[in-house]
């Protein structure tokens, strides 16, 4: 009987064991088996179900350019409107302090690793920050580009049509050359930096204006967005005897409209023309020492690219995929419209 017993008890035991799964193929508590998605997260790209968070990280240019500041503040003021209608957003802004191509990529590695759903960006370069771009594109992340693109496709793009607008800057700067009574000489290009995709084709776009015309447009000069850095060249430029200078950004205009400035006072007659508006530049045009800039609009493609984002994570199609936001031109009489 004791012998029986004791089979019996072992038997019992064996079974329970059996029932608890032995131990080395079990799952502990809390954890997530490999190859699944831990509850209340969804993998990069996929449509999130409700109430899940929407992952979208901003990398811009640079922290500095009061263009990225308004883009910026548009975009955090649309999540704050959609989070107040129900919205799940966890929204991240990055940015170098200036515009450097390493940095910018780094960014785009850290917004990928972070599990971004979305990656909102401007690239410095067409071309520097596929790699990493094409690494998130990989992993299911959407893409959209404000303001300069890089050469591989996005779900959408919200920007400045740059060569309309250089030519529209271009045209301007005829109309002042014409007033002036010049008909010939160098016009000044100062600029931000080679490679910027939007800056080349404001170049690009104002250089087209002057075809046909007995003007000569002078050697682009890189300021790297740097308003003192652009007046050094701009000086230098005035030195060579140009006629007029065009800046094809905030720091290079409000550079190159200070050097104007005291050129003038000194008696020269140099006209300019720039880009972007900021404090710096509607004083220049309100005291003379620029005629005209051309105006974006970051607000716009701030706010639009918020909606796209959550449009697109949310399983919806856009109507646009390549939205022109749109310029202004600036001048003394139209100024006080374009107050921040």
């Not at 303001?147 to 030519?167: H, P, R, V, W």
């Not at 010049?182 to 290009?189: K, Y």
């Not at 776009?205 to 003007?215: P, Q, W």
């Not at 400035?261 to 023309?273: D, H, P, R």
Request: proline residues 2%; contains cysteine.
């Amino acid at each position: 009987m004791k012998k029986l017993l004791a089979l019996a008890l072992a038997a019992a035991m064996s079974l329970s064991l059996v029932a608890c799964g032995g131990g080395d193929k079990s799952t502990p508590a809390g954890s997530t088996p490999a190859g699944s998605t831990p509850a209340g997260s969804t993998p990069a790209g996929s449509t999130p179900a409700s109430g899940e968070s929407i992952k979208i990280t901003l990398i811009t240019m640079d922290q500095m350019d009061v263009h990225w500041v308004k883009l910026e503040k548009a975009a955090r003021a649309k999540v704050e409107e959609l989070k107040a209608s129900g919205v799940n957003i966890d929204y991240n802004w990055l940015a170098p302090e200036k515009k450097d191509n390493a940095q910018q990529i780094q960014m785009i590695e850290t917004a990928t690793n972070d599990g971004s759903d979305v990656i909102i960006i401007s690239v410095n370069d067409s071309t520097a920050c596929n790699d990493a771009l094409q690494a998130a594109l990989n992993k299911g992340i959407k893409l959209i580009y404000v303001d300069a693109t890089a050469s591989l496709e996005a779900s959408a793009t919200f920007a400045t049509d740059n060569y309309a607008a250089g030519a529209q800057a271009g045209e301007a700067m005829k109309g002042y050359l014409a007033d002036a009574g010049l008909t010939e000489g160098t016009v000044g290009i100062v600029s931000a930096q080679a490679g910027v995709q939007s800056c080349i084709d404001r170049v690009d776009g104002f250089i087209s204006a002057f075809e046909g015309t007995g003007f000569t447009m002078g050697e682009v000069q890189y300021s790297d967005g740097d308003a003192v850095k652009a007046q050094e060249l701009t000086n230098a430029l005035v030195q060579d005897g140009i006629i007029a200078v065009y800046g094809a950004n905030d720091g290079a205009t409000n550079g190159a409209a200070n050097a104007v400035k005291e050129a003038n006072s000194n008696g020269a007659n140099i006209l300019c023309v720039g880009f972007d508006n900021s404090s710096s530049n509607r004083a220049h045009v309100r005291d003379g020492g620029m005629l005209a800039f051309m105006a974006q609009n970051p607000n716009i493609m701030g706010e639009k690219s918020i909606e796209a984002a959550v449009a697109l994570m949310q399983g919806e199609s856009l109507a646009e995929t390549q939205v022109d936001t749109g310029v202004s031109v600036v001048t003394k009489d139209n100024v006080d419209q374009f107050e921040d």
